[in-house]
């Protein structure tokens, strides 16, 4: 796909998850919106995998580790053809595939249960050395935020990867800044990212994380390092593609109005169309 | 009587296995030369993940290897595997039941030196509260092995606990191990007596006492306390005058639980012998600690004198 096409991925992503939030019920809206360039990448330009047959052994892998973004993955999931869309319209209820959180058992696409947080990037540590073992060419993909680096089994996990040389493994890290109770730097400050990762032994580079070109850029330029770990430290905005959730940290677990319903589709919307 | 270390035969039939199954890969957590993985890392370097002093990152590491479809055992010190990675545990692996094993090495009291906080008195019980999980405690070497030898091939989350210490051997030899199943280890008619771990050798020889005066006690096995045929301890519970149960292990959560939980409703009266809810603590041997925590032969006789 080409960057227009991506950009218009990523847009169709976002008016899904306004429509799994719906009105007056609680979603993950910021961190999902944050993800959708990111997420748009990876399913629909960067893995290798097969919707039809899920489990293919020679897949790509990822991982959210910070799963309460979910829905910005079920609504690439459904998009790639993994279930059909309606599923989508039952997300959190009861008895319905698409839980709160990933689950691998009940969701075709999942690779793992994640949104206990700071766990995933182990996970996909552990997956990476499977792959290795099995010299598959398999590459894994995770996603992190920056409030769950506060995390300490984060460090346990970054100190493995680079331990184990997982040059199979690249992690993007969700910088929007913004975590349930206010800003990272302010509630508990994380920072600074790049210089701890780099001294945990982690190839690090930066990039906006809405910017579709510069996140293929980054990419590339991750794979030529092979025997390292390597971070993509992606700058987001919470909330991203609607105006008034746009760095509002209300909106990281929130609620929509009618009227906010209404005016995030209309948005959406009309980007859509340009 | 054949005497063996259950951590070493672990050890052993971990090499075994290796050499049998390329997708089972060994984990550990700085303390190999306990838990006695340190054979398998010399057979076997490129399946086994040396994971430092960091349990968390351990437990969830071997779920993502067990997600590219091998079969991951865990170690470290019981109170460690059970404790330090419960979230880990009960996440990532017993949610969508991953075919990942916990070993809790060096259980109960059998760290005797290093105090209350190497010694685990709760695993048992934290483990079988997580769906999905099953729970077994060996008795001895030779069912160490069997267990080990068929958790390999199991559908499903296990967690193994293991002693630090000889043990008697009471398994038999010719026995097959089957998750569930409680085993008869001596007949008798008077009393029954359920124990497991290192209490089972212990009941046995408080049986062979009795007998000379005139007691006639049924051991029975139970390693299994998650699943476990409830209708097997029913059937051993019958037709006595009263039970004992047996554990190196809080009396809350483990197998006094299980067997008052499935015979609740039965009037034959029980004597629950097990830690009482408190902390281990050092001692200079395991046997003055067993006294200390009253898990000795002389208690088991002394209970069931009572309930005669």
């Known amino acids: 796909m080409n960057i227009a096409e991506l950009e218009k991925i990523a847009c169709t992503l976002r008016l899904d998850v306004i429509r799994m939030v719906g009105v007056g019920q609680k979603g993950h809206l910021g961190g999902s919106c944050s993800l959708a360039e990111i997420v748009a990448v990876l399913y629909f330009h960067r893995m290798n995998h097969d919707p039809k047959n899920p489990k293919w052994s020679g897949r790509d892998r990822f991982l959210l580790s910070k799963g309460h973004a979910a829905l910005i993955q079920y609504a690439a999931l459904a998009e790639a053809g993994y279930f059909p869309k309606t599923e989508l319209e039952k997300v959190k209820k009861l008895g319905a595939m698409l839980q709160g959180h990933p689950e691998m058992k009940t969701t075709p696409g999942i690779e793992g249960n994640t949104g206990s947080l700071g766990q995933g990037l182990s996970m996909a540590c552990g997956m990476a050395a499977g792959l290795r073992i099995d010299k598959s060419p398999g590459r894994v993909y995770c996603i992190i935020g920056d409030g769950e680096i506060a995390e300490g089994q984060i460090w346990e996990a970054a100190m493995s990867a680079s331990y184990y040389k997982l040059g199979n493994l690249t992690v993007f890290l969700d910088k929007n800044r913004l975590q349930a109770m206010g800003p990272v730097a302010e509630r508990y400050n994380t920072n600074p990212v790049r210089e701890k990762w780099e001294a945990f032994g982690w190839h690090v580079s930066e990039t906006d994380g809405h910017n579709i070109k510069q996140i293929l850029y980054v990419l590339e330029e991750a794979d030529r390092v092979t025997d390292k770990p390597k971070l993509i430290i992606a700058h987001t905005v919470k909330g991203k593609g609607i105006s008034f959730a746009e760095n509002v940290v209300g909106f990281h677990n929130g609620e929509l109005t009618r009227e906010q319903f209404d005016c995030a589709c209309a948005e959406l919307y009309r980007k859509n169309q340009e | ?308």
């Open chain 2, 1 to 308: 009587m054949k005497i063996q270390n259950p951590r070493q035969v672990y050890g052993e039939t971990l090499v075994e296995l290796g050499r049998e199954n390329k997708d089972i890969v060994v984990l550990e957590a700085d303390l190999g030369k306990s838990t006695m993985t340190s054979l398998f890392e010399e057979e076997f370097p490129e399946r086994f993940f040396e994971m430092g002093i960091g349990e968390a990152n351990m437990t969830s590491f071997a779920a993502g290897l067990s997600l590219t479809g091998k079969i991951a055992f865990t170690n470290s010190f019981a109170v460690f595997a059970a404790g330090r990675s419960f979230d880990q545990i009960r996440q990532a692996i017993c949610i969508p039941s991953l075919n990942v094993r916990i070993v809790g090495s060096s259980a109960g009291l059998s760290d005797f030196g290093d105090g209350a906080t190497h010694q685990s008195v709760e695993d048992v019980a934290i483990m079988r509260a997580v769906p999905n999980m099953t729970v077994l405690v060996p008795a001895d070497g030779t069912e160490t092995r069997k267990m080990v030898r068929k958790i390999a091939g199991y559908k499903g989350p296990v967690y193994l606990r293991i002693n630090r210490h000889d043990i008697p051997d009471t398994f038999p030899e010719d026995q097959e191990f089957v998750v569930g199943k409680p085993y008869l280890i001596r007949e008798g008619s008077d009393i029954t007596v359920f124990a497991n771990g290192i209490m089972v050798s212990k009941a046995l020889e408080a049986a062979e006492t009795l007998e000379k005066e005139g007691i006639s006690v049924r051991v029975v096995n139970v390693s299994s306390l998650k699943p476990v045929d409830e209708d097997e301890i029913k059937r051993f519970a019958s037709g006595v005058k009263g039970i004992v149960t047996a554990e190196e292990h809080s009396l809350i959560g483990g197998l006094a639980s299980v067997i008052t939980y499935i015979l609740r409703g039965n009037a034959t009266p029980v004597i629950p012998i097990g830690i009482e809810d408190r902390f281990g603590q050092s001692a200079h041997s395991y046997d003055e600690l067993l006294e200390e925590y009253g898990l000795t032969t002389d208690k088991i006789i002394d209970s069931v004198r009572k309930l005669m």
